[in-house]
């Protein structure tokens, strides 16, 4: 039978979301669903590990709520005895004192709560010698680290648990306090297989055609650029048949979120009247999509934003407009230029003010104000 093992990284259990607003608490519900579902998964393919690659909580110090939902979903988990392997990442550090993973229920998982590994975990699966190897994400601590986290000469199967930065993510800016490792030093450690988190979109690593390491993402989407269905991923490891052969190595991302996030940007010049735009972003509607609808063009008219957000907010879980449009450039704005009246003169020394301001931050609060100053006057 091949060893098979769940990896979910980047939950962020217990996450505030000021910019939601009165969605937020229905977002943490979100989350908590899709956490519960993870370990639902893990209990029906019958997995032999289940692995949580950092940053579960979304702080080190999460809610009695949010932690007493895990401790119920994972105690399920546990019955079917499946051990839990576990490390701390970045939110969940365990920098301050009193940090969650110093609560007594974590004894019944396989936490590494140490940045520097000592020696692996040694499981004994199906009759097979399986070697854990997990850290402890802390800031200060550079070398040895990778070091420690170098397979072992035991035969076995050999797996780890990492919260970091491979450097060659795409689009990532990254620090000296992410774990930074290249690719060559991810493959260097010579582990069967790493579950990776940090990252909050999906890479997968191979080395030879062979799957090495990966992230998985974040399994909701915690940011608007977490778009689309959020996975965690099924490893399937075949055992050789004799030692010093390669294990061969399979990766399925199963989705389980509960929600989808969709930032959709939409160039209004053709589109104009409030009613086509109404009918072009209601073919878009879910139920299950939080949407950020960005709007952009020159108009020959102010937008009436609020009809638009209470036309179009039934038909997804979450609507929010940013309206980046630009009237001042119009056709129409030129001949209010022209106008003898106050409407006119409004905009002649509106121009005058905008054109003046030097902070591109300025101008675009100025800007915003004299549309809606000129939906006053239309
Ligand atoms: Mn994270």
């Known amino acids: 039978m091949p060893l098979k093992i769940l990896h979910a990284a980047d939950i962020h259990l217990g996450t505030h979301f000021p910019s939601l607003g009165a969605y937020a608490p229905e977002r943490n519900q979100d989350f908590l669903k899709t956490f519960s579902k993870i370990c639902e998964t893990a209990v029906t393919e019958k997995v032999d590990l289940f692995f949580i690659a950092g940053d579960l909580f979304d702080s080190p ?97 050999h797996l780890g648990l990492m919260h970091g930065s491979v450097k060659d993510a795409p689009n990532w800016k990254i620090y000296e306090k992410d774990f930074p490792m290249t690719q060559d030093e991810l493959f260097g450690l010579n582990l069967d297989y790493v579950a990776l988190g ?104 102010v937008l009436d934003l609020s009809k638009i957000q209470g036309d179009l907010a039934p038909y997804f879980a979450y609507l929010e407009i940013i309206d980046e449009t630009s009237v001042i450039d119009s056709q129409w704005i030129q001949r209010l230029e022209q106008e003898n009246t106050i409407r006119g003169f409004f905009v002649r020394k509106m121009k005058e003010k905008i054109n003046r301001i030097e902070s591109e931050e300025e101008k675009e609060i100025y800007k915003n104000a004299f549309k809606e100053i000129l939906q006053e006057f239309s």
């Open 61 to 157: 110090h999460p809610s009695h709520e949010v932690f007493g939902w895990v401790q119920a979903e994972l105690e399920k988990v546990i019955q079917n005895q499946i051990p839990i392997v576990i490390i701390p990442g970045t939110h969940d550090n365990i920098m301050a004192s009193d940090h969650i993973f110093r609560h007594p229920f974590w004894d019944k998982t396989i936490l590494f709560k140490d940045p520097i590994l000592k020696d692996p975990k040694h499981l004994k699966i199906q009759g097979h010698d399986v070697y854990l190897y997990g850290m402890a994400y802390l800031p200060e601590v550079t070398t040895p680290y990778l070091e420690n986290m170098k397979r072992r000469p035991m035969d076995g199967i």
């Open 198 to 301: 940090h990252y909050h979109n999906p890479i997968v690593y191979e080395k030879n055609g062979i799957v090495r390491a990966s992230y998985t993402g974040t399994p909701e989407g915690k940011r608007f650029i977490e778009a689309g269905p959020r996975v965690v991923h099924l490893i399937t490891i075949q055992i050789p048949a004799f030692a010093g052969m390669t294990n061969h190595v399979e990766l399925k991302p199963i989705p389980v979120h509960t929600k989808t996030m969709l930032e959709k940007e939409i160039d209004l010049f053709e589109l104009a009247a409030t009613e086509n735009i109404v009918q072009k972003v209601k073919e878009l509607q879910d139920p299950n999509t939080l949407l950020r609808l960005i709007l952009k063009g020159t108009l020959e008219d």
